[in-house]
Nanobody
Framework: QVQLVESGGGLVHAGGSLTLSCEASNIIFSMAAMGWYRQAPGKQREWVAA???????SYGDSVQGRFKISRDNTKNMAYLEMNNLKPEDTAVYYC??????????WGQGTQVTVSS
């Protein structure tokens, strides 16, 4: 079955940077849109960013200009570069994949904690 495995989370001070990685397997990666979501304690899951199979990115308002999504179709990898991190970015970040109109595939999540 499709597997998505995130890595790269951790603890960082406000203003710092982190890059999350998502490794996909058992999927025709170049045909899949890839996305990142996050969920903070007590809050609903929030869409962060997405990138089409062809590499067109889109971002949520709260991260626009600070985060950058990318992918490497030769390695079945998606990335989320996070800059100028804020305490409100603290959440579990999930990688997701879609071959159709819905995000059908999810990773297990990686914790990002931003200290003030």
């Amino acid at each position: 079955q499709v597997q998505l495995v995130e890595s790269g989370g951790g603890l960082v001070h406000a203003g710092g940077s982190l890059t999350l990685s998502c490794e996909a397997s058992n999927i025709i990666f170049s045909m899949a849109a890839m996305g990142w979501y996050r969920q903070a304690p007590g809050k609903q899951r929030e869409w962060v960013a997405a990138i089409t199979g062809g590499g067109k990115p889109s971002y949520g308002d709260s991260v626009q200009g600070r985060f950058k999504i990318s992918r490497d179709n030769t390695k079945n990898m998606a990335y989320l570069e996070m800059n100028n991190l804020k305490p409100e970015d603290t959440a579990v970040y999930y990688c997701s994949g879609a071959l159709g109109l819905s995000w059908d595939y999810w990773g297990q999540g990686t914790q990002v904690t931003v200290s003030s």
